[in-house]
Nanobody
Framework: VQLQASGGGLVQAGGSLRLSCAASGRTFSRYNMGWFRQPPGKEREFVAAVSRNALNTYYADSVKGRFTISRDNAKSTVYLQMNSLKPEDTAVYYC?????????????????????WGQGTKVTVSS
């Protein structure tokens, strides 16, 4: 699957952005999807994940209550709604697809367990 992230930009602190990640192919619904981010000068980190059927989500503590991950399998697209943005949310945001079907239906925060990655979209939050 090929992933194309979009929606990044410059926003003031307290503002909102919605990122999108469009997937190619007809197998999108077979993948758990995740968002990661890489702040300037730092390592890439987990942000959020959503299960194949969108019933299960998981968030990093740093974004819980401010960000919402969702997906539309009919459009092969996953979204990240980001509200109450802070300067520390500044990063390049990446979407990723995880094809592993876990017996307990759990989601993973481990980058190495994601099989496909988008190219990244840059988010800058000014203070």
């Amino acid at each position: 699957v090929q992933l194309q992230a979009s929606g990044g930009g410059l926003v003031q602190a307290g503002g909102s952005l919605r990122l999108s990640c469009a997937a190619s192919g007809r197998t999108f619904s077979r993948y758990n999807m995740g968002w990661f981010r890489q702040p300037p000068g730092k390592e890439r980190e987990f942000v959020a994940a959503v299960s194949r059927n969108a019933l299960n989500t998981y968030y990093a503590d740093s974004v819980k209550g401010r960000f919402t991950i969702s997906r539309d399998n009919a459009k092969s697209t996953v979204y990240l709604q980001m509200n109450s943005l802070k300067p520390e949310d500044t990063a390049v945001y990446y979407c990723a697809a995880d094809r592993t079907m876990r017996a307990d239906g759990s989601l993973t925060t481990t980058q190495g367990e994601y099989n496909y990655w988008g190219q990244g979209t840059k988010v800058t939050v000014s203070s």
